[in-house]
């Protein structure tokens, strides 16, 4: 991989982790609504879940067109 499409994943994979953070955020407010403490475990949850998934869409954002990506079982 060439340094610049390096640059090009992490950037998009810190933006998506942002967005998935702020749509965790404020889906932890609404059930903080109803339950404070249940609120913070929706959090957690929803915080640690985004890092995966917010890899695959960097990756999936950034590979090269026309070229899909060998898919792992």
């Known amino acids: 991989m060439s340094g610049n499409i390096v640059?090009?994943?992490l950037t998009?994979?810190?933006i998506t982790v942002l967005l998935g953070d702020l749509i965790a955020?404020?889906?932890a407010e609404?059930?903080?609504y109803f339950?404070?403490?249940i609120s913070l475990f929706v959090f957690l949850f929803l915080f640690?879940?985004?890092i995966p998934v917010a890899w695959r869409m960097a990756v999936r954002f950034t590979e090269p067109k026309g070229?899909?990506?060998p898919r792992s079982r």
Do not use: C, H, R, T
């Open 30 to 32: 609404i059930i903080e």
């Open 35 to 37: 339950s404070k403490p």
């Open 67 to 69: 070229q899909a990506a």
């Open 48 to 50: 640690i879940g985004v």
């Open 25 to 27: 955020i404020g889906i």
């Open 12 to 14: 998009a994979f810190i």
């Open 7 to 9: 640059m090009v994943l």
